[in-house]
């Protein structure tokens, strides 16, 4: 059934108007082809999220019951992971810096594709499910969950990491900016789908959280932190006040020139719905570094 849902995935990716540019920004492409990861709703790793992510994460069991769904046993459970990896010409365009009234913002067609995501990424995730409800299968999305908020505490994290359930199919490892690098870079997004479909189980080839990155793997490279402009990064990681700071800085400015264009998203922070908002993301990290679009481990 693997070969089936990424046939159905690669056509929807080519084919869905959701998944375009404005035609002034060329019309073309916001992602390339996916790939997809698959694991077992038992995978002890689950557990562990409790603690590298935060207490709330949910377990693939706890998000199928809070969707109300009957009882099944955790080990019938699948999750399929998708990667999302933006487009070569949005990643090319940007790679050179440019600056916006004293303020450091990223290409705009990468803004606009950033933006456009949200919508691409939830569609995608109800035609998953109406593919395997058609083929006679349950299936819920994390991101579509009534269960899914930001917990907002003396840090932040998400009731269902999409970074984390994708390392947990084996699809990338984490890197020092903390963006997941895959075989098709870390300049991607990602979705979930955790269903009761019968799939094969793709194997991790380490549990090294940190496996394809190279300053931890082989204690070089950190041009990740060189090109943030947050100074959010550095040998012990990544900053996510820092980051969230200069990124709400980003988006006053690229709203302010393009915000007509753009789609709201409407996020729930600590289990209430705040007013829309129009993400257009930083990512200066992703962008000319070794892990932009490929695992650079495999690569060197």
């Not at 090109?227 to 980003?250: F, L, M, S, T």
Request: proline share 5%; glycine share 8%.
């Amino acid at each position: 059934m693997i070969n089936e849902i990424y046939s159905y995935l690669e056509s929807f990716f080519e084919t869905s108007k959701l998944n375009r540019l404005q035609e002034n920004y060329g019309g073309g492409r916001i992602f390339s082809n996916p790939k997809v990861g698959v694991a077992q709703g038992d995978d002890p790793i689950f557990q562990k999220f409790k603690e590298v992510v935060g207490p709330e994460h949910l377990t693939p069991l706890e998000l199928w019951l809070a969707e109300d769904q009957e009882t099944i046993e955790a080990s019938k459970l699948r999750i399929l992971s998708i990667v999302f990896p933006f487009v070569d010409k949005i990643r090319n365009e940007s790679k050179n810096i440019k600056k916006l009234s004293r303020v450091i913002v990223p290409a705009e067609i990468y803004s606009v594709g950033r933006n456009y995501a949200n919508s691409f990424k939830q569609e995608t995730c109800r035609q998953i499910i109406g593919f395997f409800e058609g083929n006679g299968y349950k299936a819920i999305a994390g991101m579509l969950s009534k269960s899914f908020s930001i917990i907002l505490k003396k840090n932040f994290y998400s009731t269902w990491s999409e970074r984390h359930i994708a390392f947990a199919t084996g699809l990338g490892t984490f890197s020092l900016h903390e963006g997941l690098i895959t075989d098709v870079g870390c300049n991607i997004r990602l979705a979930s789908v955790v269903t009761d479909a019968p799939l094969k189980i793709t194997t991790r080839k380490s549990d090294n959280p940190y496996g394809n990155c190279l300053y931890y793997a082989k204690g070089i490279c950190r041009e990740c932190e060189e090109r943030c402009p947050a100074n959010a990064i550095d040998e012990n990681g990544h900053d996510k006040i820092k980051c969230y700071e200069y990124g709400q800085k980003v988006a006053r400015k690229i709203i302010a020139k393009i915000g007509p264009i753009l789609k709201p998203h409407i996020r729930c922070v600590n289990r209430k719905l705040r007013p829309p908002t129009y993400p257009v993301g930083c990512a200066f990290c992703q962008f000319g570094v070794p892990c932009m679009d490929k695992n650079p481990i495999i690569n060197d």
